[in-house]
């Protein structure tokens, strides 16, 4: 009596190609969010300041959603595996307004229709690197600015934030976040100055360029 080998074969090529398919299958990729979750939002008051948190510029090299990790003074990982949530650009913008909202009251208009006479105080962010070195620290060097529409002095600020952070892309965020907050309390200070100064007034200005320098030279 003859056998037919064929329904065996095509038994066993099935159970290969799922053996294959489970073996080849990436783990799912895991979504970071820059704004921190324990934030506890306060109610703003009635003549709270109003804001406008532009667009953040990124570096091209971090910009995107995948997570860039520094390997040394010359090379960098991009995470496949490790993504932000949005854009890395829009992560630092949510993290920095709901911070400056935190610690001001301020209300944040961006992409709002306004048509109110008080004053919307833009503030726009550079960040020049934004650097993470796993098991060593995270870096942040971002220039920012205020301004109002009205014909007053531009504050122009630099600031430079460092974390520690152990090995590990959870510890690298959480670093992340910390720098993130600690840029928004430097922040706040002199948005609330530069808000209660004359339209005319230049002082309170000067003082932020000349805390950033001191900041840096640490």
Request: charged fraction near 20%; include cysteine.
């Amino acid at each position: 009596m003859s056998v037919s080998w064929f329904p065996v074969c095509r038994v066993l090529v099935g159970v290969v190609a799922c053996v294959t398919l489970a073996a080849c299958s990436s783990p799912p990729a895991r979504f970071h969010r820059l704004a921190a979750d324990d934030e506890v939002a306060v109610a703003a008051p009635v003549s709270a300041l109003l804001v406008d948190v532009l667009p953040v510029r990124v570096p091209p090299s971090v910009a995107g959603r995948r997570l860039v990790v520094q390997r040394s003074s010359g090379q960098v990982d991009v995470l496949e595996m490790d993504r932000w949530a949005s854009p890395l650009a829009d992560e630092i913008r949510a993290a920095l307004s709901s911070g400056l909202a935190l610690r001001t009251s301020a209300v944040d208009l961006h992409g709002l229709p306004y048509g109110g006479k008080r004053p919307v105080y833009r503030v726009a962010v550079d960040v020049q690197r934004f650097d993470a070195w796993p098991g060593s620290h995270v870096l942040i060097d971002a220039v920012w600015t205020i301004r109002t529409a009205e014909d007053r002095p531009m504050l122009t600020c630099r600031s430079v934030v460092r974390e520690v952070v152990p090995a590990g892309m959870d510890g690298v965020v959480q670093g992340q976040r910390r720098a993130l907050n600690a840029l928004a309390s430097q922040m706040a200070a002199p948005l609330l100055a530069y808000a209660a100064a004359p339209s005319e007034a230049a002082r309170p200005m000067a003082g932020c360029v000349d805390s950033s320098a001191s900041m840096l030279a640490k």
